[in-house]
């Protein structure tokens, strides 16, 4: 174990990195996930299709490739465009961070599409008739009544998209992101040590799980307090 | 930048070689995963702590930490041990396969065991209340009851792990072994041709997920046939 | 010229019953010979099928004695077994086994329970299911049948493995009013017959017709107990009075 002093710090800031990526996704993911729901549920043929395609594409391939093909082929894009104005350009790129970020935003949005939607259409339309024979505004009937309901709902699912979220983001050390595993490469070339230095990336990671599972179990408990039957 | 149809041509058979690896680490995996699985599940359900306990930590630790670590610290880390390179376990821990294959199967074995779980939860009480108002025992019980009902339940989301184990074996190709992403990895830094290759390899995988897709739906439509509209017996 | 005792089947004395700290079952004391029919009732919560699942063992007691046919009820997996054979039970939710055919159902329990033969276990099977006047459904999966159908097998099911009693659980409660009757029939047939039964129901022209007994339970306890002609028209504790007023005036 002491072969991981001195290398606290850099774990600091490489798990520091981790949460940065596990927020910039989770926007990312929300933010597709809604998108696509509404597109499948929506009566557009043609936004259904994409949607469709959407979630095909991401759930069917795997992650490292849709990772590398966003990175590398936009560095392709990006060095082949500044070659025309510098000929002297040897590789730009998007930085790590963002190509990343978006590979498993939209990876995992592709999941959240369908959780968001079987949420969306597991409320009960009783419910809803209720609301609105209530009097309530369709603007009403879907925040009072449908969100707290879908959230509800989506919230076991969602939560396991989180934690996919943050176990992703060791791929993106392959495309040379400064996050954790990355800093444990360099470790083990400096000390020798590879388990020792993995086994440090695994407990980072699995404490990341631990509070997100955590902090979901804690939310489910709180979201279905209305559920509890008296005796 | 014109799409290199040509290029793609060419290197889809070359990437397709790489197709007997996938499956073999598909298929062991997810065989071994599924005994172990089974394992597991039965470990949980006991009610005897010391069988229960570790079932559990195993399945918090693998589906707590990334595959990717997890292959790593097979592969990579195992080796730092001298008494695992002088076990009988050397020529398999030794071999990127051979790591790869264990990586995934305890991987798999932790997921596929909570879906088991689920499905087990997921059976109608009454049913087994009336099996044991008939006299049968705890075991006859798991065997004619629980069993068929929860596999059949456990369908579709094994179905999905299924896909996954499909695409973590991709993850294969950063400890040297040569599958399809591996093969397409050398030609890109080859032919500096990411869009082209990766585009097809995608495409490749997204025929073999809906294959995979279709075979279990198969299933499931004929395990459904005796169950309600709704989906729920 | 004497006439023989009727054996006593089921014996509850002093029965207790605790979920918690709550108490579902309040000093039960109860007798129930051969042949008898008893008809319980009561508003929900009364713990009358808490009464009856305790008599094979889906439930605990917590103190008191249930002795069935002469065997005591204890936590020993045999006598449980034991008693299990000997008591049948018919649930409110049908609980037929949905991943088997009807005849499967019907055979599965002899086969291990029992350790009957596959040929004779059908051939009991099928005696049955014509019994209760659906042969036709054999092979058909207890999804496709409606719910008097399903409910007339579960009974031909606890019939398959000749019980000495039969425990009824509102066993028409989850059914289309137009198929009460069949199931009713089904269980006035099984009266006629010499069936020693227990019936929690709401089912009051049944309990009239069929009942030896009928008992009134509320909050744990067993309040009333009487013939059904008495108990229906003499109803002597004010707490049965007001149910009676409460069910049987729609």
Avoid at chain 1, 10 to 15: A, H, T
Avoid at chain 1, 187 to 214: D, E, H, N, Q, R
Wanted: glycine share 8%; hydrophobic share 50%.
């Amino acid at each position: 174990m002491e072969a991981v002093t001195g290398w606290w710090d850099d774990y600091f800031w490489g798990s520091v990195v981790v949460l940065q990526v596990f927020v910039a996704s989770l926007i990312l993911m929300v933010l597709f996930g809604l998108i696509g729901a509404a597109a499948k549920l929506s009566h557009n043929r043609i936004a259904q299709k994409i949607a469709a395609g959407y979630t095909v594409v991401f759930r069917g391939t795997p992650e490292i490739l849709v990772l590398l093909l966003l990175y590398f082929g936009s560095a392709e894009t990006l060095t082949a465009i500044t070659k025309l104005f510098n000929p002297e350009t040897k590789f730009v790129d998007i930085p790590p961070f963002w190509a990343g970020t978006l590979a498993i935003g939209l990876i995992v949005g592709s999941y959240a599409t369908e959780t968001f939607r079987g949420a969306f259409l597991g409320v009960k339309p009783g419910s809803v008739e209720a609301a609105r024979a209530l009097g309530m505004s369709n603007l009403q009937t879907f925040i009072y009544v449908r969100i707290p309901e879908m959230w509800r709902l989506a919230l076991p699912s969602f939560g396991n998209h989180m934690l996919s979220l943050i176990k992703d983001t060791a791929l993106i050390s392959i495309i040379g992101l400064n996050e954790t595993f990355f800093v444990s490469k360099q470790a083990i070339a400096s000390t020798g040590k590879p388990f020792t230095m993995y086994i440090v990336v695994g407990c980072i990671y699995l404490t990341f799980s631990t509070v997100i599972t955590l902090a979901v179990m804690g939310m489910e408990k709180y979201g279905n307090k209305h559920m509890e039957t008296a005796r | 930048m014109i799409f290199d149809f040509e290029l793609v041509a060419d290197s889809i058979p070359k990437m397709l070689m790489g197709i007997g690896m996938t499956f073999q680490l598909l298929f062991l995996s997810a065989f071994l995963g599924l005994i172990l699985a089974i394992l597991l599940l039965l470990m949980r359900i006991s009610g005897k702590w010391y069988l229960s306990w570790p079932a559990q930590v195993h399945i918090y630790i693998f589906r707590g930490t990334p595959i990717l670590v997890q292959i790593f610290i097979i592969y990579y880390g195992l080796p730092q041990f001298e008494f695992i390179r002088d076990s009988i376990f050397w020529p398999i821990l030794r071999e990127p396969f051979g790591c790869a294959i264990l990586a995934l199967t305890l991987n798999t074995g932790a997921y596929v065991s909570e879906i088991l779980r689920g499905g087990v939860l997921g059976v109608d009480r009454g049913v087994l209340e009336a099996g044991a108002a008939l006299g049968l025992s705890a075991r006859q019980k798991f065997i004619y009851l629980t069993v068929p009902i929860a596999a059949r339940l456990s369908l579709p989301a094994y179905s999905n792990d299924f896909i996954s184990l499909m695409k973590a074996t991709a993850l294969a190709s950063t400890i040297t072994l040569v599958d399809m992403m591996g093969i397409a990895r050398t030609i890109v830094s080859q032919t500096f041709a990411p869009y082209e290759i990766f585009i097809s390899l995608a495409i490749v995988y997204m025929i073999l997920t809906w294959i995979i897709q279709k075979t279990f739906g198969r299933i499931e439509k004929y395990l459904s046939r005796y169950v309600k509209p709704e989906g729920l017996a | 010229m004497t006439t023989p005792t009727p054996e006593i089947l089921i014996q509850m004395k002093s029965v207790n019953k605790y979920f918690g700290n709550f108490q579902a079952l309040k000093d039960i004391n109860l007798e129930v010979k051969k042949g008898e029919k008893i008809v319980v009732c009561g508003p929900s919560g009364s713990g009358k099928s808490t009464m009856i699942r305790c008599i094979n063992r889906l439930e605990e007691h917590t103190d008191g004695h249930i002795v069935i046919d002469g065997n005591e009820l204890t936590d020993k997996v045999k006598d449980i077994n034991a008693i299990r054979r000997e008591v049948g039970m018919v649930f409110q939710s049908f609980n037929l086994f949905p991943h088997m055919t009807i005849l499967k159902n019907l055979m599965l329990a002899q086969r291990l329970v029992r350790k009957t033969s596959k040929a004779e276990a059908r051939e009991i099977a099928m005696h049955f299911l014509e019994r209760v006047k659906i042969p036709e459904q054999a092979d058909k999966y207890p999804v496709q049948l409606s719910g008097g159908q399903q409910q007339r097998v579960a009974i031909a099911r606890a019939l398959c493995m000749k019980p000495e009693i039969i425990l009824f659980d509102e066993p028409t409660s989850a059914l289309d009013p137009e198929m009460i009757n069949e199931v009713l029939e089904v269980m006035t047939d099984l009266a006629k017959e010499g069936m020693t039964m227990i019936c929690v129901t709401h089912e009051m022209g049944f309990a009239r017709s069929v009942a030896d007994r009928v008992i009134f339970m509320d909050a744990g306890e067993i309040v009333e107990e009487a013939e059904p002609e008495d108990f229906f028209l003499n109803p002597k504790n004010e707490r049965t009075q007001k149910f009676l007023s409460q069910i049987l005036t729609h």
